[in-house]
């Protein structure tokens, strides 16, 4: 019994800082589900309705691909949507036009699913991330307070707000964030089996490969997305060009 314990007491020495980063991961959830009210509440802005009209369109057509909207959004808007289709939203947002439309968010049971959905990916998303870095940091002292750093950014009231605006904005940050996680441990990887890639380097570079086909940002496509929340993804594409 006495040499279990000490085998606990050995065990929490060594892993004290990642212990610290789990408990810095799970409070960083915890406040963001307990403080931020009702996640259900969303809000439109003037160009919504651009992405939730094109949910009428087939995905798998070409129209769906030539339209104003790039397909992505209105896929995922298509996950969701109601067997009448998507109507006007509850609350609308027109930050040109002051004093027009609310900046109140609502409870509207037409996009709860998917404003609910944009948050829980992101708090998955920020997560995958943090613990990824801190599992890369060779100086353990330094992964607690990346963990923090970054969990004060993830889970601030900024970035917790993109998440019940019904645009393209929540999902591109947490798509970043997996991106870029996905870069670290590639770059990682690779350098470690130079001489022969592993299954799972294959794997992840498929993934990250599928994630800047979705964002819209290779060579081709990269212009038509170029928004000022997709330069950070731009950044990442753009990494392998270089290196």
Not at 8 to 14: E, Q, T, V, Y
Not at 69 to 93: C, H, I, M, Q, V
């Amino acid at each position: 019994m006495k040499n279990s314990w000490i085998e606990i007491n050995n065990w929490m020495k060594a892993n004290f800082a990642n212990i610290l980063v789990a408990i810095i991961v799970v409070a960083g959830i915890w406040f963001r589900l307990s403080f931020y009210g009702d996640m259900r509440l969303s809000i439109a802005t003037n160009d919504s309705s651009s992405y939730y009209r094109q949910t009428n369109i087939s995905i798998f057509s070409r129209e769906a691909f030539t339209s104003r909207r790039l397909p992505g959004y209105p896929a995922f808007l298509n996950l969701f949507k109601p067997a009448d289709g998507y109507p006007e939203p509850l609350a609308t947002s027109y930050p040109a036009a002051p004093g027009v439309g609310t900046r109140h968010k609502a409870f509207d049971e037409n996009y709860s699913n998917v404003v609910v959905a944009q948050a829980i990916f992101a708090i998955v998303a920020w997560t995958i991330f943090i613990i990824g870095l801190c599992r890369r940091l060779s100086n353990h002292s330094l992964r607690p307070i990346a963990a923090l750093v970054i969990a004060l950014f993830a889970f601030s009231p900024s970035m917790a707000e993109w998440d019940s605006i019904l645009m393209t904005e929540s999902l591109c940050f947490s798509l970043f964030a997996i991106l870029s996680i996905l870069t670290l441990e590639l770059t990682f990887r690779v350098d470690k089996e130079k001489q022969k890639i592993g299954k799972g380097t294959k794997i992840l570079f498929i993934l990250w490969a599928l994630i800047v086909s979705v964002l819209g940002i290779n060579e081709r496509f990269e212009c038509k997305f170029s928004r000022d929340h997709s330069c950070f993804p731009d950044f990442i594409s753009s990494y392998p060009r270089f290196s």
